[in-house]
Nanobody
Framework: QVQLVESGGGLVQAGGSLRLSCAAS????????MGWFRQAPGKERDFVAS????????NYADSVKGRFTISRDNTKNTVILQMDSLKPEDTAVYYC??????????????????WGPGTQVTVSS
């Protein structure tokens, strides 16, 4: 079973950048597809980005395309979400998720059995 922990969240002004990291332990994530999701207060957990096992396929929510970049380093068991040109509406708790298999990442939270505890991102206007 894989354990996930996010880091890198914080408070940033609109237009700024943050780099979120997801560190995995317990098992190698080299055979897992990975995803990032976010949840604002009172709202559902929304898809942000996903990446397949070998970084060959990545997908993004329309709201973050061109601003966020997902990447992974299987040798370090780490997944990164680089967030640029941040907007106040990006404010949320960001979660890393994993699912075993060589398929492309999924945009459905229910497809991922493994989750981190989340990291808060707050973007001020």
């Amino acid at each position: 079973q894989v354990q996930l922990v996010e880091s890198g969240g914080g408070l940033v002004q609109a237009g700024g950048s943050l780099r979120l990291s997801c560190a995995a332990s317990g098992r190698s994530i080299s055979t897992y597809s990975m995803g990032w999701f976010r949840q604002a207060p009172g709202k559902e957990r929304d898809f942000v980005a996903s990446i397949n096992w070998n970084s060959g396929i990545s997908n993004y929510a329309d709201s973050v395309k061109g601003r966020f970049t997902i990447s992974r380093d299987n040798t370090k068991n780490t997944v990164i979400l680089q967030m640029d040109s941040l907007k106040p509406e990006d404010t949320a708790v960001y979660y890393c998720a994993a699912r075993i298999g060589f398929l492309a990442g999924s945009s459905s939270p229910g497809s991922y059995p493994y989750w981190g505890p989340g990291t808060q991102v707050t973007v001020s206007s």
